[in-house]
């Protein structure tokens, strides 16, 4: 199951993501989260990736399209994947192409969940994550039963220094300037569905479940 998960920031790639993790066995790769793992380590590639995280730009392709080809690489890749927040541009859709044509693959659906603008930023600012166990909530729409605190694991909630202001507006600037172009891209090869995204979070992947299962 080679599967893409699209959409803008905010739609809830990330938290459909971890519904699909649990019900089918794919990996789960977001290169957001690989750059802030390496941000968080301090490693060339993250202080690399973070000049352009915190002005809301795209991490350079060439850059990108190295840590996923590695990734892709990895045995449990061997069954499928799940890729989400790449690709964000044409030259990054292309190399995968490539990479998964060398490997006798293609992108079998391109889930982009759908959600208008003013709801994203709302969804965007009200974000906090445990900075332990990188379980993600909503201050309105997804609280922790304690606030400030991880349900799982009693870790500090913190908010990812790009979501807020100026940089937020950025991102959506950039998403729709470089990345849904490739909505277009995908729908050409026939494999792009697209998921109504501003439901509740069940609803949502109840959607995406029956799709998946229909692949
Ligand atoms: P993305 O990975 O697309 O950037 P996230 O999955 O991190 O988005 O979701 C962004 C924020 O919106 C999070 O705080 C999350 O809890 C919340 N969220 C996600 N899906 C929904 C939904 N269907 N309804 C309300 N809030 C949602
Ligand atoms: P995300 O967690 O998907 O919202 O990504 C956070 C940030 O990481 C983005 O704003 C970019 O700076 C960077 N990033 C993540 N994925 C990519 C990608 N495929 N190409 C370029 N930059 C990316």
Redesign the pocket.
């Known amino acids: 199951m080679n599967i893409i998960i699209m959409?803008?920031?905010?739609?809830?790639?990330?938290?459909?993501?971890d519904f699909i993790k649990a019900a089918f066995p794919i990996p789960h790769i977001?290169t957001?989260d690989m750059f802030r793992e390496a941000v968080a380590n301090g490693t060339e590639l993250g202080k690399e990736a973070k000049k352009y995280m915190d002005g809301g730009q795209l991490v350079p392709d060439e850059v990108t399209i190295g840590i996923v080809k590695e990734r892709l690489a990895q045995p449990d890749c061997k069954e499928g994947f799940l890729l989400?927040?790449f690709p964000r541009t044409t030259v990054q859709a292309e190399a995968l192409a490539q990479v998964l044509a060398d490997m006798g693959r293609k992108v079998e659906a391109a889930i982009n969940?759908a959600?208008p603008d003013e709801v994203l930023i709302e969804?965007?600012t009200?974000?906090?994550?445990c900075s332990n166990c990188k379980t993600?909530?909503?201050?309105k729409?997804?609280p922790p039963a304690q606030a400030g605190k991880c349900d799982k694991c009693g870790g500090e909630l913190v908010q990812r220094s790009d979501d807020t202001g100026e940089t937020v507006r950025k991102r959506l600037v950039v998403y729709a300037a470089q990345t849904k172009p490739l909505l277009e891209y995908y729908e050409k090869q026939g494999v792009l569905h697209d998921i109504n995204?501003?439901?509740?979070?069940r609803?949502?992947f109840a959607d995406i479940k029956r799709l998946l299962e229909n692949l």
């Open positions: 959409g803008p920031p905010g739609a809830g790639k990330g938290t459909q993501a977001s957001g989400d927040g969940v959600v969804r965007i009200g974000r906090v994550s993600v909530y909503h201050t729409f997804k995204g501003n439901r509740d979070t609803e949502v």
